[in-house]
């Protein structure tokens, strides 16, 4: 059974700072990683999505790397601003439809 | 091209009663997958559809049920509500399943 986890539950920066966000599986056959920001009360916005055969995705300020042998999955945001402040979830998908998520790190910016 | 749309957004109903929500995926999408959210349990995977036929069901009670009809629409059904069924239901779209997902904006439910 896949299992997500996602480190820190929490983090609070100043803005213009670089982050980094953790994710990590257990189970390594996965057909793609996809990480998402969810802000209070609303759906998930795609953020990035990485599959089994890649080993990093970039968008903008947005770096997401994957390492399915260790089964590690990582978030990097550079110069982050207080609109970056939200909830990131990432997803692991390993079968048809089927992704099994996080509980997700809420980030928070300070101007 | 116009994303996922979920209705009702927001719906109050009694325990015992049931609910019925609707979601249309992205114009081409044949994947739609639920998911249900809470405080407690975060998000929780619910079923998919694929081409009107349900391909995989995570583990919640038979309560919870669900369709896809030829258009891809699929709608999702609650039957007997408790209260524990008070939560954020998402659908997701997807071209075959394993692809990149997009999320509707969610139906907001609450049981009193």
């Known amino acids: 059974k896949q299992e997500v986890t996602q480190i820190p539950a929490a983090l609070s920066v100043p803005e213009g700072e670089n982050l980094v966000l953790n994710c990590s599986f257990t189970?390594?056959?996965?057909?793609?990683l996809q990480w998402f920001r969810q802000d209070p009360g609303k759906g998930l916005t795609s953020l990035l999505l990485?599959?089994?055969?890649?080993r990093e995705q970039t968008s903008g300020r947005l770096n997401a790397s994957l390492d399915k042998s260790s089964g590690r999955s990582t978030l990097y945001i550079a110069a982050s601003q207080p609109g970056d402040s939200a909830t990131y979830l990432c997803?692991?998908?390993?079968?048809?439809?089927?992704?099994?998520f996080g509980d997700g790190t809420t980030l928070t910016v300070k101007p | 091209k116009a994303g996922v749309t979920q209705t009702p957004r927001y719906l109050i109903k009694t325990r015992g009663q049931q609910v019925t929500l609707s979601c249309s995926p992205i114009?081409?999408?044949?994947?739609v997958s639920w998911y249900q959210q809470t405080p407690g349990q975060g998000l929780q995977f619910l079923f998919e559809?694929?081409?009107?036929?349900?391909?995989n069901k995570g583990n919640f009670p038979g309560r919870f049920s669900g369709r896809q009809f030829s258009n891809s629409r699929s709608e999702m059904n609650v039957s007997t509500l408790e209260l524990g069924d008070s939560a954020l239901y998402l659908c997701?779209?997807?071209?075959?399943?394993?692809?990149?997902?997009?999320f509707g904006p969610g139906t907001r439910l609450t049981v009193l």
């Open positions: 559809y694929f081409s009107e036929t349900q391909r």
């Open positions: 997701a779209s997807s071209f075959g399943g394993a692809g990149e997902q997009f």
């Open positions: 997803a692991a998908n390993t079968n048809a439809g089927k992704s099994t």
């Open positions: 189970d390594s056959a996965i057909y793609n």
């Open positions: 114009s081409g999408h044949r994947s």
């Open positions: 990485i599959q089994s055969s890649q």
